[in-house]
């Protein structure tokens, strides 16, 4: 159960055997895709891509291939159909759950999270059953293993940058801002020495609620299959840790 409500595999799998690699890169490659078609391939003025590039980048994705997914968000070069989209559930113990992905067949990635879910005790619910529960906010991870800074002076750095609030994972501060806010938060931070793991848009649960230990179980094991999903990029819960 890794973050508040953030199950993020990806900083987990730097190490991760080729065929993990290989999913790995086809999910940025989507994520890739989908922000240059909706803002053009220029990482200058479109932050969102930048962010993704720099994502990339950072699990050592090779540039020809992220080159590669810019072309076909743009055009320049044919590609899948791809689409984003957002199913809501419930998992084991209650737990709500915003799943994020991107498909080339809608039905298709419906039916196949619908099957995950139902077999590892979660149901996927209507749209807006759940959603009301988060917030949209932008997401910085700072690994402050990486910083000579103390934490207190890492959360003052980041409300004074402009976050609306901070969390931990072990290590990792996660920094919480507006949706405008986000692109000048992280400037921010980068300006005064602190250089972010990733920075993206999220959902944040207004409110956590404890889970035994054996539906915390079922939940990882929940994600894990859900994470092996081609088509699925992020997973949200309100489960605390």
Same mark, same amino acid.
């Given at each position: 159960m890794?973050?508040?409500?953030?199950?993020?595999?990806?900083?987990?799998?730097?190490?991760?055997a080729?065929?993990?690699?290989?999913?790995?890169?086809?999910?940025?490659?989507?994520?890739?895709t989908?922000a240059?078609?909706?803002?053009?391939g220029?990482i200058?003025?479109?932050?969102?891509?930048?962010?993704?590039?720099?994502k990339?980048?950072?699990?050592?994705?090779?540039? %020809?291939?992220? *080159?590669?997914s810019?072309?076909?968000?743009?055009? #320049?070069?044919?590609?899948?159909?791809? +689409?984003?989209?957002? =199913?809501?559930?419930?998992?084991?113990?209650g737990?709500?759950?915003?799943?994020?992905?991107?498909?080339?067949n809608?039905n298709?990635?419906?039916?196949?999270?619908?099957?995950?879910?139902?077999?590892?005790?979660?149901?996927?619910?209507?749209?807006?059953a759940?959603?009301?529960?988060?917030?949209?906010?932008?997401?910085?991870?700072i690994?402050?293993?990486?910083?000579d800074?103390?934490k207190?002076?890492?959360?003052?750095l980041?409300?004074e940058?402009?976050?609306?609030?901070?969390s931990?994972?072990? %290590?990792?501060l *996660?920094?919480?801002?507006?949706?405008?806010?986000? #692109?000048?938060?992280?400037?921010?931070l +980068?300006?005064?020495? =602190?250089?972010?793991?990733?920075?993206?848009?999220?959902?944040?649960a207004?409110?956590n609620i404890?889970?035994?230990?054996?539906?915390?179980?079922?939940?990882?094991?929940?994600?894990e299959?859900?994470?092996?999903?081609?088509?699925?990029?992020?997973i949200?819960?309100?489960?605390?840790?």
């Open positions: 890794s973050g508040h409500s953030h199950w993020a595999s990806i900083k987990h799998k730097k190490g991760a080729d065929a993990k690699r290989s999913k790995l890169f086809s999910k940025l490659a989507r994520e890739i989908i240059a078609r909706e803002g053009g220029d200058t003025f479109n932050s969102k891509l930048r962010m993704m590039v720099d990339a980048k950072s699990l050592n994705m090779p540039m %020809e291939n992220i *080159e590669r810019i072309k076909k968000g743009t055009g #320049e070069i044919e590609g899948e159909q791809l +689409e984003p989209i957002i =199913i809501e559930a419930y998992g084991p113990g737990v709500s759950l915003i799943i994020e992905g991107i498909t080339d809608k298709r990635t419906l039916g196949e999270v619908k099957k995950i879910l139902n077999e590892r005790g979660g149901k996927m619910v209507a749209e807006g759940v959603k009301w529960m988060f917030d949209r906010k932008g997401i910085i991870e690994d402050t293993s990486k910083s800074k103390t207190d002076d890492l959360e003052m980041a409300i940058s402009g976050a609306v609030d901070t931990w994972d072990n %290590e990792t *996660e920094v919480h801002t507006n949706l405008e806010d986000l #692109e000048k938060v992280r400037k921010a +980068e300006e005064a020495g =602190i250089q972010a793991e990733s920075a993206s848009l999220g959902w944040i207004k409110e404890e889970i035994g230990e054996k539906d915390k179980e079922n939940c990882q094991k929940l994600f299959a859900l994470d092996e999903n081609d088509a699925v990029q992020e949200y819960s309100n489960a605390k840790e």
